[in-house]
């Protein structure tokens, strides 16, 4: 035997030793134990051809990884945002290739642009048969391209830990996004050695920029001199769990402070600097003091335009000081004259103890007293009505009572979510999930199932007009399935009500195809066995709300509200924010 | 504000679906591109796209913002033409008789210091690179003659500035 011949025996009786002590899995297996080892344990799909191979995985792991069949794909998508939302952990979506695929792409927008950190597997067809037009075959990867932070075809079984590691690493690192892993058949049903190990790092991607003390030092000097400064605070405090330290920056510097839809619940409602919401239906008061304030401190938002209105005239009177973690937001929407780059907790950490300890009491009070005229022209006919028709308002209020203040509330889309977002009051953290940037009506009913299965110790409400819960009405087939213990408060008003107030507003009442012949939603609801109610009185409202809260499981209450309320303020499209509207 | 000629060079991981993602990035924005080319980068295994778009300033900033936090992009930049040395190429397919017919047509090749890649019976084929202007000119004085066919390649170029993406690389294996 010569020396060549000896290298490769032993080659060989390495591999054969490499085998035994690897396992040697099929891709799907892989995929299943991929997810398990990155802390997976629900996740939301839809079988079907393409991707049979994982769910016969799935089969076998039932006992380690729940699969929930919801009845569409997009509400997949939902759920695992819901999921994300409710507990910073990365949700998971699979579907099959073609119509199942483009199915989630809904969700997986939705998840791009509200930071949801997700994770969507699809299956695909044969390797050799992409491109072909073959039974089921789409493009997701071109179609997903715009919607995704990263996406990735895989054809072989071998690439799927790396894959796998690199997708969970992309989704929940800095600016947390979605991210969809497509992978054809052949590759879920070739065998190859398993191996798994996390990824940390990828070459070409930065998550995080290091915070610079010299700019934090910079903001602090400017935040200390200002007479009138005012915060507004995003998603990226929640994002980066940085709530204390806001709390504490608020605190310590007396800084009153706004948020963004987004930004609900990272500091509680009841706070006393906490001086409620910005953008096109935010309170009166941080709305028209954008345009007072000296100093803005922008963390963790992104300037989006429901927030500003008409840019030319957004705070121009200040200089904008912009906590961000993501390079591309800064100057993109508001130039800012301090843009402090880098994770929020970490930023705020470094900026605590440069901030003097002050107060602005005449400052705070322009905040009170513009309260006080929201308070009387909208917010008591709002809370408190004397006409006869229900308003969402009172619901809101109910439930706020009710809950103590310690539900997760879960809104639609249009008049009820900004009611919702308005009125609803938190005292925890990641409370209020909605769909903000996208505004993706039938986000609700799939998100709260999501997010009570992620966090079934807490009451999850979720809040719904007519409209966007028809778009996604079939999942009570998975809340009643699995048995989710979510509360449902459908808002009608028999209109589709947001665009209906801007035919009003705008379009001189003409009301095209805005209202709704409904069904009669408590028999669905009884249909799916899901105890129900509806209410119509004032007088019925509280014990319908306490039977809800009280039940066990699911419950669905109906309120019939007035049908042609207004949402206000209200910054019209395109109008300054010191031109907010209160009727 | 005014628009501007900017070469935009991107430094990639080499990956097929990435071209999609970052045209997508002005396709958003309803800007056309001017020209495009991708190839090999001085970097074994990273690509270099070299893009050349009209657009203000403020906006290219924008963008540019948006192209680097993508993924697999290592580093994106924008330039204006006095940074770069920058060079286009093309091709101009034209009938064999006229080399012999048309004399002018041999001191318009040497003067403009164009190339003759091939001749045959039917064609011959001139390769010229140089700025825009150039091969601008070259064309109008050939059009005289009847061109058979013409084709163009996007700008390339490469900066006076030194760009440190291997320093960059190997700060991130270290």
Redesign the interface.
């Known amino acids: 035997m010569d020396a060549n011949t000896m290298k490769e025996t032993q080659a060989i009786q390495v591999n054969k030793k490499s085998t035994k002590t690897t396992h040697r899995i099929t891709g799907s297996e892989a995929i299943i134990r991929c997810l398990i080892a990155e802390g997976v344990d629900i996740l939301y799909g839809y079988p079907g051809g393409a991707i049979m191979p994982v769910y016969d995985e799935l089969y076998k792991y039932q006992d380690k990884i729940h699969h929930v069949l919801t009845r569409h794909e997009q509400c997949a998508a939902h759920a695992a945002q819901g999921y994300a939302r409710i507990s910073g952990r990365v949700g998971v979506a699979m579907a099959t290739s073609g119509p199942g695929a483009t199915n989630l792409i809904t969700g997986i927008a939705d998840a791009q642009i509200d930071s949801t950190p997700m994770v969507c597997i699809t299956g695909q067809v044969f390797s050799h048969l992409l491109g072909s037009d073959a039974f089921q075959e789409t493009d997701i ?2 179609i997903s ?2 919607v995704t ?5 895989i054809t072989k079984a071998s690439e799927i830990p790396s894959v796998i590691a690199k997708a969970f690493y ?1 989704a929940k690192s800095g600016r947390p996004g979605p991210v969809l892993i497509d992978i054809t058949k052949d590759a879920q049903v070739e065998e190859f050695d398993f191996e798994y190990e996390k990824c940390t ?5 930065n998550p995080v920029p290091t915070t610079n003390p010299e700019t934090v030092a910079k903001a602090a000097d400017l935040i200390n001199s200002a007479k009138n400064p005012m915060i507004v605070w995003g998603q990226g405090v929640i994002l980066a769990e940085a709530e204390n330290e806001l709390k504490a920056v608020i605190e310590k510097s007396g800084v009153p402070a706004a948020w963004t839809i987004l930004g609900a619940s990272a500091i509680p409602t009841s706070h006393p600097l906490n001086i409620g919401m910005v953008g096109m239906h935010g309170n009166y008061a941080p709305n028209k003091l954008t345009n007072e304030c000296d100093v803005l401190i922008a963390i963790g938002m992104r300037f989006d335009d429901r927030v500003t209105g008409k840019l030319d005239t957004y705070a121009k009177q200040a200089k904008i000081i912009h906590f961000e973690i ?7 929407n508001v130039k800012s004259d301090i843009a402090v780059l880098g994770d929020a907790k970490e930023s705020l950490r470094q900026l605590l103890p440069l901030l003097e300890e002050k107060s602005y009491p005449q400052w705070l009070q322009k905040f009170k007293d513009l309260y006080a005229i929201e308070f009387e022209k909208v917010i008591k006919n709002d809370l408190y009505p004397t006409k006869e028709g229900l308003t969402m308002g009172e619901v809101l209020k109910e439930i706020n009572i009710q809950t103590k203040a310690e539900a997760a509330i879960v809104s639609d889309v249009g008049q009820h979510q900004m009611i919702a977002c308005r009125y609803a009051e938190f005292n925890t953290t990641k409370s209020n999930i909605t769909s903000g940037g996208l505004g993706t009506m039938g986000f609700a009913l799939p998100a709260a199932i999501g997010a009570k299965m992620a966090a079934p110790d807490r009451e999850v409400v979720a809040i719904i007009g007519d409209g966007g819960y028809q778009m996604t009405i079939q999942e009570l087939g998975t809340i009643f399935q699995q048995r989710v213990p979510v509360k449902i408060v459908v808002l009608n008003n028999e209109f589709l009500g947001m665009v209906r107030q801007w035919q009003q507003l705008f379009f001189d009442k003409r009301y095209a195809s805005t209202e709704m012949t409904n069904p009669d939603f408590v028999a669905i609801a009884k249909g799916y066995f899901i105890e129900a109610k509806k209410v119509t009185k004032r007088d019925e409202l509280k014990e319908a709300v306490a039977e809800m809260i009280a039940c066990d499981g699911p419950y669905f209450l109906e309120v019939c509200v007035e049908k042609e309320d207004n949402v206000f303020p209200m910054i019209p499209a395109g109008a300054s924010v010191s031109d907010v509207r209160l009727s | 504000m005014e628009k501007q000629l900017f070469t935009v060079s991107i430094y ?2 080499n990956n ?2 990435l071209l ?2 970052i045209s ?1 990035i002005f396709q ?1 924005r309803h800007i056309n591109i001017e020209s495009l080319n991708t190839s090999a980068s001085e970097i074994e295994g990273v690509s270099r796209f070299t893009i050349v778009v009209s657009v203000p300033e403020e906006q290219i ?2 963008i540019i ?2 192209i ?2 993508q ?4 580093k994106a930049y924008y330039h204006r033409d006095e940074d770069t040395i920058y060079q286009e190429s093309c091709l101009f397919k034209i009938k064999s008789d006229l080399l012999f017919e048309e004399r002018q047509i041999q001191n318009i090749i040497k003067e403009s210091n164009a190339r003759i890649v091939t001749v045959n019976k039917e064609f011959f084929v001139i390769e010229k690179s140089g700025k825009r202007e150039e091969i601008e000119l070259l064309y109008r004085e050939l059009s005289v003659f009847g061109i058979m066919q013409f084709t163009r390649s996007g700008r390339i170029s490469v900066t006076k500035d030194e760009m440190k993406i291997s320093k960059m ?1 190997e700060a ?2 270290q």
């Open positions: 990867i071109g391209t715009p932070k990263w996406n990735h075809q992309i790092a990828v070459r070409s991607y993501d390079p591309a937001e800064v100057d993109k | 990639t991981e097929i679906g999609n993602r997508a958003r900033k924008k913002g948006q680097d936090k993924i697999e992009v290592i690389l991130f294996n």
